[in-house]
């Protein structure tokens, strides 16, 4: 008996793993290829601000490699090109019955997984076997135990999470307007002047009314969007459950922390124009990125960028410790399959996270994640980013030591080719697939002061920048049957 239980278990395992998934496509979603000005109610907008009411192209600026197109239900996770190819899709029908999307070794990677899929270098492959690790469970045990985990974290997300609807007359964004335009929300309430770009760069100014914009009224819920190939595209966590998992970090320490990375920085972050980081006009951007980076003169990860090296060892733990408190949030509500793929890819792939300097304990370093991105008062060119899993963006409000259920909203995290902005108060984590279009907007009060921080795992990290270092004999194996899977 227990051997034909078995059986019945490795059937639809195999079944369930192997083959291709059933290809489906909506469009009943993009309604238009550029934003006009209905509100969140699908009425006409009042007073919406803007210095450019004809805004102008940019020319010669493209946006990142990797771009979700909502009318086609598509996430081009590999390589490097920005079109769109509808290779793994799935019907919103066989996303209700399954709470682990149907992923093999025969599609592209998860949805929330950039890889480097267009090179046989062994960085490259590296990402490959990575983002393929999850998928090896030869055991129907494994498999009816890792059904059984992500049912339960469905009944969680059904439970605590108010799902989204965007209303049908919702006018969306399309990747090619992403890539052509430089394009920026401002979150403005209306005694706050209108965003203005600095001097010799033309930008699209949309303000975030001009997008639906949920929220909820009873903090025990969050919010969450219908899923997409069977992975959520983001997630507010419930803002009681946010506050309780920062209730143990001092923000003052934090803002102390933060504080001092940013004047180790003396010069602004650099970053491309596919990802242009803004401030209000004429002032100096305070931008900085901090934890494991490729280096661009060796074959190495460097631990940290070299202005980090200065840093008092009391604010390293301070950091990480707000780095793990990211990571609580991510386990509580994130997929399950985000989190099992996150697990088997450590295990397959030894790559570095966050750390103490000088400190590779278990108790200060990440789990999983690589890197903090943090500025204050800045707001980001609409763009997408080359991660190995979901991330996580909170904002912090200066000057305030606690934060209180009932506080305003600072700012907006917006999905343009979703049609969403989402609202963000003060303390809240906002987890979210940074290979789907999104930004954060400009802060809703000019008298405020709104730290952002982002905690994310690069897929450079994960391919450990060496190409000289050869792969391990299980890393081989795993390329191997891939390659195996895609042949036959």
């Not at 076997?129 to 890792?146: D, E, G, K, Y």
């Not at 904002?395 to 009932?406: H, I, M, S, T």
């Not at 921080?453 to 450079?460: E, H």
Request: aromatic share 10%; charged share 20%.
């Amino acid at each position: 008996m227990y051997f034909l239980f078995d059986s019945i278990l490795l059937f639809h395992f195999l079944t369930y793993m192997i083959l291709p998934p059933e290809q489906g496509r909506r469009t009943d979603l993009l309604k238009s290829s550029s934003l006009v000005s209905p509100n969140n109610f699908g009425g006409p907008v009042s007073g919406i601000r803007s210095c450019h009411p004809h805004p102008v192209s940019s020319q010669n600026i493209n946006s990142d490699s990797v771009h979700y197109d909502p009318s086609t239900q598509v996430i081009v996770s590999s390589g490097s090109s920005c079109h769109t190819v509808d290779r793994l899709t799935e019907s919103t029908e066989k996303d209700r019955q399954s709470p682990f999307p149907s992923y093999s070794l025969l599609a592209p990677p998860p949805p929330w997984v950039h890889v480097f899929s267009k090179s046989c270098a062994n960085s490259s492959l590296r990402t490959q076997c990575a983002a393929a690790a999850s998928l090896q469970v030869m055991s129907p045990t494994v498999f009816h135990r890792r059904i059984r985990r992500a049912r339960k974290k469905q009944r969680k997300q059904d439970r605590m999470l108010h799902e989204i609807r965007v209303p049908p007359t919702q006018v969306l964004l399309s990747p090619n307007q992403i890539d052509s335009d430089i394009i920026v929300f401002d979150g403005g309430d209306d005694s706050t002047p209108p965003i203005r770009p600095p001097d010799g760069i033309k930008w699209r100014s949309i303000h975030v009314r001009q997008l639906y914009i949920p929220d909820v009224t009873d903090h025990q819920f969050g919010l969450s969007f219908p899923k997409i190939n069977g992975a959520s595209p983001f997630i507010l966590l419930p803002r009681k459950v946010s506050l309780d998992i920062i209730s143990a970090c001092g923000l003052s320490t934090i803002y102390g922390s933060l504080h001092e990375c940013e004047k180790l920085r003396r010069v602004s972050l650099s970053r491309s124009d596919r990802k242009r980081v803004f401030t209000d006009y004429g002032k100096q951007v305070t931008y900085a990125c901090v934890g494991p980076q490729p280096s661009r003169n060796s074959n190495t990860v460097r631990d940290n960028p070299p202005f980090m090296d200065n840093l008092p060892q009391c604010h390293w733990r301070s950091l990480v410790w707000m780095m793990k408190r990211a990571e609580i949030a991510f386990r509580e509500f994130a997929d399950h399959a985000v989190i099992s793929h996150n697990s088997h890819a450590k295990k397959l792939v030894p790559f570095k996270t966050f750390q103490c300097s000088g400190d590779a304990s278990s108790s200060f370093s990440a789990e999983f994640f690589g890197g903090i991105a943090f500025g204050t008062n800045v707001f980001l060119r609409c763009h997408t980013d080359a991660d190995f899993t979901m991330s996580i963006s909170q904002v912090f409000l200066k000057g305030k030591d606690a934060y209180n259920l009932e506080d305003d909203v600072i700012c907006y995290f917006c999905f343009p080719t979703l049609g969403v902005a989402v609202p963000l108060r003060p303390g809240d984590y906002f987890m979210f697939n940074a290979l789907i279009p999104h930004c954060i907007s400009s802060r809703c009060r000019l008298e405020d002061n709104v730290m952002c921080a982002s905690v994310y795992l690069k897929t450079a990290v994960v391919g450990m920048n060496n190409n000289k270092l050869q792969l391990t004999s299980d890393q081989a194996a795993t390329i191997e049957l891939l390659h195996s899977s895609k042949n036959n």
